[in-house]
């Protein structure tokens, strides 16, 4: 278990922090740390302690059952700024329920975390991140550049082939992503890049 892990198990009692899910003899609800998205770089703590079903209805690999949200009535109110976020979001997200919007309307946030949540509230069209082939770009993904690209400001040029690993997106353009070249953070159009298998 990684010292975070540790660090979160302890803050949340070993309970889901989103839905107060715990391991029992019975069933094993898989509590690992989730990465709040598009959170600000100068935040320190950006994860929530969270068991699998959470986990896969916040990264959409499972259809979102808003009865298993209603928990968030009592975590809304945690003192935890990464819970809030996550917390608002999806009561956003489910506000067609008409309950959300109750509980959003009872919610207290701090200004910057009120901010932190609605950055990535997608409200409009989503936002799909592709590279030059078509292939869909995702958070940690590794791409190459697929042409030599001159880099403002930093006074060099990342040279066609470069490998870029664990890139973020840019939350509100398609055509943008960021990662590490030359040992320089960098912002990359997407049509100069091609998306690298797992194992490379």
């Given at each position: 278990?990684?010292?975070?892990s540790?660090?979160?198990?302890?803050?949340?009692?070993?309970?889901?922090?989103?839905?107060?899910?715990?391991?029992?003899?019975?069933?094993?609800?898989?509590?690992?740390?989730?990465e709040?998205?598009?959170?600000?770089?100068?935040?320190?703590?950006?994860?929530?302690?969270?068991?699998?079903?959470?986990?896969?209805?916040?990264?959409?690999?499972?259809?979102?059952?808003?009865?298993?949200w209603?928990?968030?009535?009592?975590?809304?109110?945690?003192?935890?700024?990464?819970?809030?976020?996550?917390?608002?979001?999806?009561?956003?997200?489910?506000?067609?329920?008409?309950?959300?919007v109750?509980?959003?309307?009872?919610m207290?946030?701090?200004?910057d975390?009120?901010?932190?949540?609605?950055?990535?509230?997608?409200r409009g069209?989503?936002?799909?991140?592709k590279?030059?082939?078509?292939?869909?770009?995702?958070?940690?993904?590794?791409?190459?550049?697929?042409?030599?690209?001159?880099?403002?400001?930093?006074?060099?040029i990342?040279k066609?082939?470069?490998?870029?690993?664990?890139?973020?997106?840019?939350?509100?353009?398609?055509?943008?992503?960021?990662?590490?070249?030359?040992?320089?953070y960098?912002?990359?159009?997407?049509?100069?890049?091609?998306?690298?298998?797992?194992?490379?």
């Open positions: 278990m990684s010292d975070l540790k660090q979160l198990e302890e803050r949340s009692g070993n309970t889901c922090e989103l839905c107060a899910a715990t391991d029992t003899l019975e069933v094993q609800v898989h509590l690992e740390v989730y709040v998205p598009d959170s600000p770089k100068n935040v320190k703590d950006t994860t929530v302690f969270a068991c699998a079903t959470c986990r896969k209805q916040l990264e959409g690999e499972t259809e979102v059952d808003p009865n298993h209603r928990a968030l009535n009592d975590s809304m109110w945690s003192s935890v700024p990464a819970v809030q976020v996550v917390a608002y979001r999806m009561l956003d997200q489910l506000r067609a329920e008409g309950w959300p109750d509980l959003m309307d009872m207290y946030m701090e200004d975390t009120k901010q932190w949540a609605e950055d990535g509230i997608q069209a989503k936002i799909i991140h590279d030059v082939n078509g292939n869909i770009l995702q958070k940690g993904d590794s791409i190459v550049l697929i042409k030599d690209l001159e880099v403002k400001g930093a006074n060099f990342a066609r082939g470069t490998p870029v690993r664990n890139i973020t997106l840019v939350h509100d353009n398609a055509a943008q992503i960021e990662g590490r070249a030359n040992g320089i960098i912002v990359i159009l997407t049509e100069y890049v091609k998306k690298t298998p797992k194992s490379e």
